[in-house]
């Protein structure tokens, strides 16, 4: 579905003359869509209602709708009176910024920052403590960290992938107790457990066992930062998840589905981003913030 049109594209409908709303024309307009954009067969494409067209008269709006595992979009197609015709496009408003739009959905409050507060470019990451991923793109960033200095800030959301990483949850849920006791205690949380993955899901260790070496290595870098050990016993072992499912809503409705994510400035960047990439990205963000770039090392 993420294959549908980024510009204008014509699709030849090859029938004869006739009304637009048959279902002999439905059929292949349906097949016509799945061609041309490569929808596997468990996509469904519904070919739907059918209005006049305010900005190309001559041709009738066509609504699909494509689904797939509960979740849905809708696209207009432009189709011409003959019914032999039909166009693909995607109107942009430019009224809108999408950008400032994704960092006004991204709620910050309370989390813990790396870099400057007050950057002007901000690297939100949605993650998840035991995606490998996620791993390399912590260490990506904590590189990119040492040479940008004060231009930049990161900020971690929650997004665990539970059907496939058992403790992911747990650790987002610690992390986020240590997250309101102390900035310092979160990000050496966030340190340790990428780095080191393997301490938890430990040789064969029952996911109990890992889940308890979660709060154990939680409650360990909450007394090295001198936190109220009581109060952070207290968080762990409630494992209150209102914070979280919050994060996932969130997330979701930005469009996020895996990890790690990174929204900068609210441009949004899927996967992992290799260092070389991810400092070019970086640049051009603080060019158009007006920020000097950073001098870079040699071998960098």
């Known amino acids: 579905m993420r294959r549908l049109c980024l510009f204008v594209m014509l699709l030849a409908v090859g029938c004869r003359a006739q009304s637009p709303a048959t279902p002999e024309l439905d059929r292949k307009i349906e097949k016509q869509v799945r ?23 001559g041709y009738t709006l066509v609504t699909v709708k494509l689904s797939y595992g509960g979740k ?35 709620d910050l409050k309370g989390r813990p920052v790396r870099g400057n507060h007050d950057a002007k470019v901000t690297v939100v990451v949605y993650d998840d403590f035991e995606c490998p991923y996620c791993s ?28 496939i990483h058992p403790w992911s949850e747990r650790a987002a849920i610690d992390s986020g107790c ?12 966030a340190d340790f457990v990428h780095a080191n993955p393997q301490v938890i899901s430990g040789d064969k260790r029952p996911i109990e066992g890992q889940r308890a070496e979660v709060d154990r290595i939680t409650i360990d870098i909450g ?78």
């Open 178 to 189: 240590l997250a309101g006791m102390s900035d310092g205690a979160y990000w050496d949380f």
């Open 136 to 163: 390399r793109m912590h260490t990506a960033l904590i590189d990119v960290l040492h040479s940008y200095g004060d231009r930049i800030k990161v900020v971690y959301k929650d997004f665990p992938l539970v059907e």
């Open 223 to 300: 007394k090295r930062h001198g936190v109220d050990a009581a109060a952070l016993q207290s968080c762990v072992a409630a494992q209150a998840s209102t914070g979280l499912k919050a994060s996932i809503q969130e997330a979701e409705e930005l469009g996020v589905e895996a990890t790690p994510v990174l929204f900068i400035n609210g441009t949004k960047l899927d996967g992992f981003i290799p260092e070389e990439e991810l400092r070019t990205i970086l640049n051009k963000e603080l060019q158009s913030a007006g920020v000097d770039l950073p001098k870079v090392a040699p071998g960098q």
């Open 72 to 106: 849905s979009q809708n696209r207009d197609l432009l189709l011409s009176s003959d019914g032999k015709t039909l166009f693909s496009m995607m109107k942009m408003d430019l009224t809108r910024d999408p950008q400032a739009e994704n960092m006004a959905k991204i």
């Open 35 to 57: 061609a041309t954009f490569n929808l596997p067969p468990l996509v469904d494409v519904a070919v739907g209602a059918r209005r006049p067209s305010p900005d190309f008269p």
